[in-house]
């Protein structure tokens, strides 16, 4: 049975973007486009009505910030992934956009087909990323690795980062093979539990794919393959 389509909502004030981005969604048969916003308050109301699976949004918007509407938007659809497509590609922006809630960031330049690639990774648990925002992502871990170090109540521990338990237990599952929907059924929980998960994980070992998470937490001496089985 085929999954339903993403529909998607973009919030953009540059309307050649917004005509290309609609363009390259309506292309794909995974990917349904539901509407379009140019600044912030209208962007808060179209998300908040029409729910999407996807917002993408801009940061520089003609009437204040798009942290403003990741904010809200996370905080009332906790089920909308967020990504933002942005000319700002340094690190402040980057980590800002990601403590406000948003789980993708990829720069304006971004291909057409890159473009719904990174939209379906999102909601397939990863967390999309040009390659410039994630060496921003790596940089600030390493930077962070040289000051501080912490450890879970299991006694997991990664330089700067501290993973749950469950995150833990997540992770030796991706690393024996398991798909997001084969973690769901082993842990008894949600996809968007696992999604939740993934996303956080993710997030802590700066990766974007669950092969960069096995290989970082192994190089960081957090999981040994050879004891999985």
Same mark, same amino acid.
């Given at each position: ?59 520089? !918007? ?9 904010? &809200? *938007? /996370?905080?009332? %659809? ?5 990504? #933002? ?85 997540? !992770? ?9 929907? &084969? *973690? /769901?059924?082993? %842990? ?5 539990? #696992? ?35």
């Amino acid at each position: 049975m085929n999954r339903a389509k993403i529909t998607v909502v973009l919030v953009e004030d540059d309307p050649a973007v917004r005509q290309r981005f609609k363009a390259s969604i309506n292309r794909h048969p995974e990917l349904e486009w539901v509407g379009e916003a140019a600044n912030v308050r209208d962007g808060k109301a179209l998300v908040l009505e029409a729910c999407p699976r996807v917002l993408l949004v801009d940061l520089g !918007l003609p009437d204040g910030s798009g942290l403003e509407v990741i904010s &809200e *938007v /996370a905080r009332k %659809l906790p089920e909308t992934e967020i990504m #933002v497509v942005s000319m700002f590609g340094d690190e402040g922006h980057v980590i800002q956009a990601i403590e406000a809630g948003a789980s993708g960031y990829i720069l304006k330049d971004t291909d057409d087909a890159s473009l719904a690639e990174h939209i379906i990774q999102l909601c397939d648990g990863g967390s999309p990323m040009s390659p410039m925002i994630a060496r921003h992502l790596l940089k600030r871990m390493h930077q962070g690795s040289q000051s501080s170090s912490y450890t879970t109540t299991s006694g997991e521990q990664l330089d700067g980062i501290a993973l749950t338990p469950r995150e833990m237990q997540l !992770l030796k599952l991706l690393a024996r093979g398991y798909t997001y929907r &084969e *973690v /769901a059924e082993d %842990l008894a929980v949600s996809s968007h539990t #696992v999604n939740s998960h993934i996303k956080n994980l993710y997030r802590k070992l700066s990766v974007n794919t669950k092969n960069e998470a096995v290989y970082e937490a192994t190089r960081q001496g957090l999981l040994d393959i050879r004891t999985l089985g």
